[in-house]
């Protein structure tokens, strides 16, 4: 078989568009047999377009299909004048394509498209768009005799560039001079019943779906590298509601690092808490494995897929985690027969206590370990299509962190997920992808891989991160084991700023996971000698402090003082929760539920400020955010969020209050490292009077300068980990002096070794602010290839989920300049010079906000009424749409 045979006999589609001429109901056919397929495809989840020169009722009143979904149905009539969708109800009025004639489009073939077409077949692609279906998963049947340049879909799908991944054949009796592309297979009305019927087929025998090659939603990973593999494996880790898998290939491999990991579900006591490992799924018995492969993450459609190179029939696998069913994943495989062999649906993880057993006809499994646990409940079949072994799994995950799971608990889910079947729960899954992208998403035409890297960074924070009512988002998310799911201030100022803008209920939940461990905060404060409440640096189930005392650098045993000293984490969270409800417009939020939080916090700074004699407030012992400098004095970014920290929560006590009004009074006492000789800050006292070493002299960053000097080395010197004065920037502009950014830039730029993944993103943020946006981009860029390339050679052991928050930052508040002050969106947006327009879709203030922009304006969308300030124009309020010039 050749490869464009191949392409349309091998492959399952998610949307066919025919030509009605080639059913041959118009010349006396009957209708019941196309009807019925069309039916059963529509209910099986594909799409359906018909294209016709006949008008609605002549091609609805003889195909009479009247699908209940999840395949549509869709009705493209007068020659590609109208386009409906088919309900239960009939056809409604979709699109009706305007006034002048089309041109043939920029195929560069010849002929003369007649005028409806191509856009018509943009629109029937759009709406495949919205469910999640690229045009790499259409298949186009034409029917018409004579040149191509007659005419039909396979004309249309060949003239527009939108199209051209789609898979065109024609089965008219004789076709001269087709476009390239297109492949001829004849037979008339007989061969598209027969084509229509393969897709059926497929489905019935529960054939692994396609999946859709488009270089814009997909990442790629082929070849047999071993070192690789664990890198690859956390890259593709998918992951909904609150639990995720990782990417590892389905066979027992060299170095592979299966898990199945819970949000917020630990086990161990004190620094040893760590998530526990669920029940794995995605086992199967391959002999002989793969030797070569080709694996690919679709972020369009949040499913992965893995075809074998060299080999007929091939190993293939899909597998998704339902984005629309928390905790149910589901997986299709299948290889020549004799090769695959199912085994137990659920595999033993590595630790916690395991029982199984069967329940209804499924088998389930359960880890637990102390209180918590994650069970697993399983329904498989196998199955044959010629030569082929098909396996089908669907699994359904249920996890309590304080009680023993049930496993009947998730039976519902498993049998729901059963009942609908893989297919619809595949079109269920493209669909929710779809919305998501449709209100959150990037477009830099200038530069795809920008693009599908922001993307793929998008991805993972959904993917990575709970859902419910409190979230716990751990430093690599839910993709290996570094750093055992604590959560750091990454989840606070890197990650729910991204999130807030993507789904503001998992930012609020985020803030809630907090606040519930409230009382832990107060008692470490308490234990320390403090009033109010003291958060962890890291933090588990229980909120105590779980921050290791030694750790290795290089092999060397070092002790970890972060625990003791990087206090900042407590004002970051009170900044995460007024920063939360700033930009989701929650206006009671903080002087409601998150009060306390705001109150203790500040309790906490007033009474750990020591005040001078000359009545000027210090706090020290500290590690700021670079720590490579240890037990600092007035580190300017601890004690400018400190001093943030007690003005805001200054406001939400009565003006008379007398507690209020001494934070307001020790706030502007506190010593904030200014330094109107440079205009810029002193990172902490002493800072300028280190070595002034600069990353020119050691190592092109990033670089883990610690490893490369030595700590005692390092310490002694003015280089640094990462932004620590920049992130005062960053967070609490409004408490910095004028002009100060830029001479920060400078100063500290060329210190920066990057030695944390954390570093390069918000560098990149401060970049695009201080109008610096070129340079801006190269530091972006090296956030983006933090894990994509395994920059820190750190990814096999977990994707680094700040970075992508900081990458959103950056995009956002960076390049587009969106900051949100007053209940008004303000935009200063900052284009690098390769790139001609940037559009970001997100949300901000209860609304979703579509931005287009270029060097000349910002064309502005939203869903609702949005103030709205570009520069330092006026505030204007936009419902609809707008376009906003831009001042050169
Ligand atoms: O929170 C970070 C810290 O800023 C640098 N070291 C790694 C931690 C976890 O990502």
């Known amino acids: 078989m050749n490869d464009p045979e191949r392409r349309w006999r091998e492959r399952t589609f998610e949307a066919v568009v025919f030509d009605w001429c080639a059913t041959g109901v118009s010349h006396g056919a009957r209708a019941a047999p196309i009807r019925r397929r069309v039916a059963m495809l529509c209910a099986a989840g594909a799409e359906v377009a018909v294209m016709s020169d006949e008008d609605l009722d002549a091609v609805d009143g003889r195909l009479r299909v009247r699908p209940g979904g999840p395949g549509r149905l869709w009705l493209c009539v007068s020659g590609g004048l109208e386009l409906y969708g088919v309900g239960e109800d009939g056809p409604r009025l979709r699109w009706r394509r305007s006034g002048h004639a089309d041109r043939a489009g920029d195929a560069g073939w010849a002929g003369t498209v007649p005028a409806g077409e191509p856009d018509a077949m943009r629109a029937i692609l759009a709406c495949f768009d919205e469910r999640g279906i690229g045009a790499g998963l259409v298949l186009v049947v034409g029917g018409r005799s004579g040149p191509a340049g007659e005419g039909g879909p396979g004309g249309a799908i060949a003239s527009i560039v939108e199209a051209r991944r789609a898979t065109a054949v024609s089965v008219a ?10 492949a001829h297979l004849g037979g008339g009305p007989a061969t598209l019943l027969h084509l229509l019927d393969r897709q059926v087929r497929r489905r019935r025998h529960r054939r692994v779906p396609a999946m859709d090659g488009d270089p814009a939603w997909t990442i790629r990973e082929t070849g ?11 890259l593709f880790t998918l992951g909904a509601g609150g ?22 579900i630990y086990t161990g006591t004190g620094s040893e808490q760590h998530l526990l490992p669920g029940p794995r799924w995605t086992g199967l018995i391959l002999r002989p494995p793969p030797r070569e492969d080709l694996r690919v993450l679709d972020l369009r459609a949040g499913v992965l897929f893995r075809e074998e190179i060299g080999h007929s029939p091939p190993v293939r696998t899909l597998r998704l985690a339902c984005v629309s069913r928390p905790g149910v994943v589901a997986m299709r495989a299948e290889a020549g027969v004799g090769r695959l062999r199912a085994g137990s649906p659920l595999r033993w993880p590595p630790e916690g206590e395991v029982t199984e057993g069967r329940l209804d006809g499924h088998d389930w499994s359960r880890v637990t370990s102390g209180h918590a646990g994650v069970a697993a409940v399983a329904a498989q079949r196998t199955g044959r299509d010629g030569g082929v072994r098909t396996l089908e799994r669907i699994v359904a995950y249920t996890a309590d962190p304080a009680h023993r799971p049930v496993p009947r608990g998730a039976v519902a889910a498993l049998e729901a997920a059963g009942e609908v079947g893989f297919d619809r729960l595949l079109a269920e899954q493209r669909a929710a992808w779809a919305a998501r992208w449709e209100a959150v998403d990037v477009r830099i035409p200038d530069d795809p891989e920008t693009q599908l890297a922001v993307r793929f960074a998008l991805f993972h924070l959904w993917s990575n991160t709970g859902c419910g009512e409190e979230v716990a988002v751990g430093a690599r998310g839910l993709s290996g084991k570094a750093y055992a799911g604590h959560v750091f201030w990454d989840a606070d100022v890197f990650v729910l700023p991204a999130l807030v803008s993507m789904r503001p209920a998992t930012a609020r939940a985020m803030v809630v996971y907090r606040l519930r461990r409230l009382a832990a905060a107060r008692a470490r404060a308490a234990a320390l000698g403090f009033s109010g409440a003291r958060f962890p640096w890291e933090s588990a189930t229980t ?38 409800a700033r930009w ?27 005040v001078d004699d ?32 007690l003005r805001r929560a200054a406001e939400l006590v009565s003006p008379g209050d007398e507690e209020g009004r001494r934070w307001r009074v020790l706030a502007d006492r506190l010593v904030d490292g200014y330094d109107p000789a440079s205009g810029g800050y002193e990172q902490f006292a002493g800072y300028f009077r280190l070595e002034p070493l600069t990353m020119a002299q050691v190592a092109v960053p990033p670089v883990a300068a610690d490893l490369l000097l030595g700590r005692e080395r390092l310490a002694a010197t003015q280089i640094i980990k990462q932004p620590d004065v920049l992130m005062l920037h960053h967070l609490v502009p409004e408490e910095t002096e004028a002009g100060s950014l830029e001479a920060d830039l400078d100063f500290y730029g060329p210190r920066t070794a990057h030695g944390s993944s954390l570093s390069p993103a918000i560098t990149a943020c401060s970049l695009a602010r201080a109008g610096r946006p070129d340079e801006a981009l190269s530091l972006l860029r090296i956030a983006l290839a933090m894990d994509l390339e395994d920059l820190t050679a750190t990814t096999a052991t977990g994707l680094h989920m700040a970075t992508f928050g900081g990458v959103w930052q950056a995009l956002l508040t960076g390049f587009a300049g969106a900051r949100v002050r007053d209940g008004t969106l303000c935009l200063d947006p900052r284009l690098p010079e390769a790139w001609g327009s940037l559009g970001v879709r997100f949300r901000c203030l209860g609304r979703r906000v579509r931005l287009d922009i270029t060097r000349e304006a910002v064309e502005v969308r939203t869903d609702g009424a949005l103030r709205l300030r570009l520069g330092t124009g006026e505030p204007q309020d936009v419902a609809g749409s707008a376009r906003l010039p831009r001042g050169r």
């Open 584 to 610: 989701s417009g929650d206006d009671g939020f903080l002087s409601g539920p998150a009060r306390p939080l705001m109150i203790e916090t500040a309790r906490y700074w007033a009474s750990r400020c020591q």
């Open 614 to 645: 000359a009545g000027r407030a210090h706090i020290g012992p500290v590690i700021g955010p670079d720590e490579y400098h240890e037990a600092v004095t007035d580190n300017a970014f601890t004690n400018v969020m400190a001093r943030w920290n």
């Open 243 to 264: 639990f995720a898998t990782r990417g590892s290939v389905e066979e027992p491999a060299h170095g592979s690092v299966p898990l199945v990991l819970a949000a917020g």
């Open 224 to 234: 047999t590298d071993p070192s690789r593999h664990r890198v690859t494996e956390t």
């Open 173 to 182: 009796p004789e076709c001269d001079d087709l476009p390239p592309g297109v």
């Open 543 to 580: 909120g105590e402090e779980v921050t290791p005392a030694r750790g290795h650098l290089g092999g060397e045993a070092v002790a970890i003082l972060t625990g003791r000293m990087e206090e900042h984490i407590t004002a970051d969270i009170a900044w995460a929760a007024a920063h939360y």
